[in-house]
Nanobody, 126 residues
Framework: QVQLVESGGGLVQAGGSLRLSCAAS????????MAWFRQAPGKEREFVAA??????????DYTDSVKGRFTISRDNAKNTVYLQMNSLKPEDTAVYYC?????????????????WGQGTQVTVSS
């Protein structure tokens, strides 16, 4: 049974930092593209960042609003993907979801992922 378990969310002041973790089990982690999405109240789920497999060069993709502030990384030995979030803004407030999918060119599309975690709340106060 595939499980993705997020952790590391919480309440932080604007300008602060958080690091999210997503521990995966029940799948061959190294073969999957891993991504983070987020959903704010009243809004659709949106892509945040993705990291490709090492076989595909481990390239990372980011949505424009987080470039230069967020960093996604993976540790295949620990079956874990991370999202380091710096210079947080109130508009980053959302539930953050971890996702896993087969290798794909379209890393920003939610349809590319068929495994999802339950989410972790990130709240940034002004």
């Amino acid at each position: 049974q595939v499980q993705l378990v997020e952790s590391g969310g919480g309440l932080v002041q604007a300008g602060g930092s958080l690091r999210l973790s997503c521990a995966a089990s029940g799948l061959t982690f190294s073969r999957y593209v891993m991504a983070w999405f987020r959903q704010a109240p009243g809004k659709e789920r949106e892509f945040v960042a993705a990291v490709r497999t090492l076989r595909s060069g481990g390239r990372t993709d980011y949505t424009d609003s987080v470039k230069g502030r967020f960093t996604i990384s993976r540790d295949n030995a620990k079956n874990t993907v991370y999202l380091q979030m710096n210079s947080l803004k109130p508009e980053d407030t959302a539930v953050y979801y971890c996702a896993a999918g087969e290798p794909t060119y379209f890393t920003s599309r939610s349809q590319s992922y068929d495994r999802w975690g339950q989410g972790t709340q990130v709240t940034v106060s002004s």
